[in-house]
């Protein structure tokens, strides 16, 4: 059974406020929130989900918003950078609209083959924003402050840092199926295929020996998740990591999807997770997001918990 990865799934990163997270993500960078729950092990916070129109895997950046959380250390041992697609010749439009917002940009820079903008979320979470001529199969959301000719296409890149490398770059190119595209000064850039074609194929491992750890907390990724198309090539998965002496969870029902978690060597948790069945399971598509969705073991309590939670006023 084939085991190697189509791509990314989801990003998961930690925030504070979550009124400012949803702020930033839908108007800022114009991302539709697909669904409103909680943290399945934690439901006394938020997990959003912020994506395409329909959630579609590969365009998923995911948010545990606890207020008055204590600040994190972007460094070793975590993906340090999420890079969103967007089309070509947009970034231009993108710095005069972040501008307008009161949002610090780099200038646009060229790096390898793609035109890159760099900003920070509210919490100081590093994003990257990349012109690039590969296709993404994805349904851009334009119900927005984003028009569809500049709209994201979903996430195309990670990037993580390490101290020592080489176990990640074994990992990459062994156990996950990764193939190591190329190579400039410290960064090595891994593919999941030989086109490009299709979102989160890329990951960028930076080798940094001089890097402090990370800390993870608000202003930093928690987790990066990689798509299986269904629970059996993910139990294959499961099993493979397994006899590679890797440790492995056992398969999470997260409702929208089926998950399992391990660390790379050099500390980053992933998780493998299935495509289906979908952020549409307990909504409608043209109500993803509305209003606050729990798993069927936590529904009795859905009045108690939503009351304990912050209002947030999500506009799309």
Do not use: C
Not at 42 to 70: E, K, L
Not at 144 to 161: E, K, M, N, Y
Not at 226 to 242: H, I, K, M, N, S
């Amino acid at each position: 059974m084939d085991v190697r990865p189509s791509g990314i799934h989801h990003v998961t990163a930690i925030a504070s406020d979550p009124q400012a997270n949803a702020d930033f993500y839908l108007n800022a960078l114009g991302m539709r929130m697909v669904k409103r729950t909680v943290n399945f092990d934690s439901p006394d916070t938020y997990h959003f989900y912020y994506g395409d129109r329909a959630g579609n895997p590969g365009t998923i950046m995911t948010f545990f918003p606890w207020p008055d959380a204590p600040k994190g250390k972007i460094g070793a041992g975590q993906a340090t950078t999420t890079t969103f697609s967007v089309p070509e010749g947009s970034l231009g439009w993108w710095a005069e609209h972040l501008a307008g917002l009161n949002v610090e940009t780099t200038r646009p820079r060229t790096r390898g083959e793609e035109d890159v903008l760099s900003l920070r979320d509210p919490d100081g979470l590093i994003i990257e924003l990349a012109a690039s001529a590969d296709h993404h199969d994805t349904d851009p959301w334009d119900g927005g402050v984003v028009p569809a000719d500049h709209a994201i296409r979903g996430i195309r890149a990670v990037t993580l840092t390490e101290q020592d490398a080489e176990g990640t770059a074994q990992m990459l190119g062994g156990q996950l199926g990764f193939h190591l595209h190329s190579e400039d000064g410290n960064r090595m850039r891994f593919r999941t295929n030989d086109t490009g074609d299709g979102v989160g194929t890329i990951v960028d491992v930076l080798a940094d020996p001089r890097a402090e750890r990370g800390l993870v907390a608000a202003g930093t990724v928690h987790h990066v998740a990689y798509r299986a198309p269904d629970t059996p090539v993910q139990d294959a998965w499961r099993q493979r990591l397994e006899q590679d002496g890797v440790g492995v969870t056992e398969i999470r029902d997260r409702t929208y999807f089926t998950s399992i978690y391990f660390r790379e060597p050099g500390g980053v948790l992933l998780e493998i997770a299935t495509d289906g069945p979908g952020f549409d399971y307990d909504e409608p598509l043209l109500e993803l997001g509305r209003s606050l969705k729990l798993p069927p073991w936590l529904q009795p309590d859905h009045d108690q918990i939503a009351a304990s939670l912050p209002r947030v006023e999500v506009n799309q």
